[in-house]
C-alpha cells in the first residue's frame, strides 16, 4: 500500500514551472501584458470611481444583513421583470426556456425575501 501511494503521490504531484516561468519572463507579449496591468491597476486604484465605490461599499456593508437582502432582492425582481419586458418587446418567441433566467432569479429573490422575514416582523 505504501508504494501504491507513493506511485499515486508522485503522479498527482504538479509539475515544475521553472522552465515555463523562465520562458514566459522573457516573453515580449507577457511582459506588455503584465506592465498594462499595472498601470491599470495604478489608474483604477488613483481613480475618483474607485472612491466613490469604496464609499457605497462601506456605506453598504454597514447596513443591517435583512435590509441589505431586501435591497439585493428588489433588485433581483427588478432585474428578472426587465429582462422580461425586454424580451417581450422583441416579439414573439417560441417556448418557455427564455423563462428559466428570470423566474430562476425571481425564485432566488424571494428566498432572500423570505430568510429577512421572523416570526415577530411585522415589515
Known amino acids: ?3 501504491a501511494d507513493r506511485r499515486v503521490e508522485a503522479a498527482l504531484a504538479p509539475l515544475p514551472l521553472d522552465e515555463t516561468d523562465r520562458y514566459l519572463a522573457r516573453s515580449a507579449l507577457i511582459a ?3 506592465r498594462l496591468t499595472r498601470t491599470l ?8 470611481a474607485r472612491r466613490i465605490l469604496s464609499t457605497i461599499r462601506d456605506e453598504w456593508s454597514r447596513q443591517a444583513a435583512p435590509a441589505r437582502y431586501r435591497a439585493i432582492a428588489m433588485l433581483l425582481v427588478t432585474a428578472a421583470a426587465t429582462h422580461v419586458l425586454l424580451t417581450l418587446l422583441q416579439g414573439r418567441h417560441e ?6 433566467v428570470p423566474a430562476t432569479t425571481t425564485l432566488f429573490a424571494l428566498l432572500l425575501l423570505a430568510g429577512t422575514q421572523t416570526p415577530s416582523s411585522s415589515d
Open 1 to 3: 500500500m505504501a508504494d
Open 32 to 34: 506588455a501584458v503584465d
Open 41 to 48: 491597476q495604478r489608474w483604477w486604484l488613483a481613480s475618483e
Open 95 to 100: 417556448g418557455w426556456f427564455w423563462m428559466v
